[in-house]
């Protein structure tokens, strides 16, 4: 850890699966960290690109393992995305998401024929051959691509898993097609957080396991931001990394110590 006193920020947008929980049980420290964060008086925003759920969901899974968090202080790709659909007059989409979330957007018309948007989210054992296929004519035909998260595995209690964004990138190479990204390291994502909290990205520090998106988009809105070495973080991943975090902790527990 670097013997520096940073400045006191305002807020912290915290990571949520592999920061403060991994595979199903909280981080060491993880609970106590919020507790503390917040008798700090620090604002708080949870920033999770899980998109199998909806806030509320992740709200009660949250709160079922201990932690003091409220449901408007999660932000997920899934309600960014909601936004970004409630900006666009007039459209039609076809989900390829958990049922869940797709209730979730029933103010959206759906059109499974000939949409302006494919969304692609947490569609688990779903993305089968016929709905990639489907998803892929759509796109030929004029429909533009929608990435809720592009991450490519995450970890269960069970073991890895395919995430969607393995999934996104197979209907990208196949449509010629770049995908808009709703969950981080999108600047779309980070702006609403940033928005909610009316703070400025100098006062705001991110919080986070995995660098290609808690550490890019920290770097791309110019914030601070510190890499905890629990569920996602590899080793090697510092040796060249594609972004630079302000610090690298142990844990999330460590930030204590820091601010
Ligand atoms: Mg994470």
């Not at 060491?28 to 920033?47: C, D, H, M, S």
Request: contains cysteine; aromatic residues 12%; hydrophobic residues 45%.
């Amino acid at each position: 850890m670097q013997k520096i006193s940073p400045t006191r920020p305002k807020a912290f947008l915290i990571d949520l699966d592999g920061t403060l929980y991994f595979k199903g049980e909280p981080c060491p420290g993880a609970i106590e960290t919020v507790n503390y964060l917040r008798q700090e008086k620090y604002q708080l925003r949870f920033l999770t690109n899980t998109t199998a759920k909806t806030p509320k969901m992740l709200h009660e899974q949250m709160q079922a393992l201990g932690f003091d968090i409220y449901e408007d202080e999660i932000f997920n790709a899934t309600y960014a995305c909601l936004q970004y659909l409630r900006a666009q007059p007039e459209i039609s989409c076809h989900f390829m998401v958990d049922d869940a979330v797709k209730a979730f957007f029933k103010e959206i018309s759906v059109d499974d024929d000939a949409p302006d948007f494919v969304v692609v989210g947490d569609y688990g054992e779903r993305f089968d051959f016929h709905a990639l296929n489907h998803a892929f004519r759509l796109l030929m035909n004029g429909a533009e691509l929608i990435a809720l998260q592009k991450g490519l595995y995450w970890f269960s209690s069970e073991g890895m898993f395919l995430d969607c964004g393995a999934f996104v990138t197979l209907l990208e190479a196949a449509a010629g097609k770049t995908a808009k990204v709703m969950g981080k390291p999108s600047e779309t994502f980070f702006k609403l957080a940033l928005e909610s909290l009316q703070l400025s990205p100098s006062e705001v520090i991110v919080v986070g396991d995995d660098i290609t998106s808690d550490i890019v988009g920290a770097q791309t809105m110019e914030m601070q931001s510190i890499l905890v070495k629990t569920g996602k973080f590899k080793s090697d991943q510092l040796e060249a990394p594609v972004a630079e975090p302000t610090w690298v902790l142990k844990d999330v527990s460590e930030l204590a110590q820091l601010f």
